[in-house]
């Protein structure tokens, strides 16, 4: 059975920080690229960040430059978004995605990250 299994999520004050983790199971971790999505009230789903399987280069969406890092450890089949300088506009729902252009796409259940005073 497939799982993303996202954790870490909270309140938080503006300029704090947070450490997501998204943990796989049922599936070869290491042949999946995978990202980070969020999708506040109201808002598409958009992309925040993404790491391929090798850990080897990362991309991010312009609105998390410079405060949020990507990472990943194959041997614990986990992906990490840590997020710093958290802005209220950060607020939303934090998704992980597995992808595999031949196996296809897997999703977690998300995790509500909400940023105010």
């Known amino acids: 059975q497939v799982q993303l299994v996202e954790s870490g999520g909270g309140l938080v004050q503006p300029g704090g920080s947070l450490r997501l983790s998204c943990t796989a199971s049922?599936?070869?971790?290491?042949?999946?690229?995978m990202s980070w999505y969020r999708q506040a009230p109201g808002k598409e789903r958009e992309l925040v960040a993404g790491?391929?399987?090798?850990?080897?280069?990362?991309r991010y969406a312009d609105f998390v430059k410079g405060r949020f890092t990507i990472s990943r450890d194959n041997a614990k089949n986990t992906v990490y978004l840590q997020m710093n300088s958290l802005k209220p506009e950060d607020t939303a729902v934090y998704y992980c995605?597995?992808?595999?252009?031949?196996?296809?796409?897997?999703w977690g259940q998300g995790t509500q990250v909400t940023v105010s005073s």
């Open positions: 995605k597995a992808s595999n252009w031949l196996r296809g796409d897997y």
């Open positions: 790491i391929i399987r090798d850990g080897g280069r990362t």
């Open positions: 049922g599936f070869i971790f290491s042949i999946y690229d």
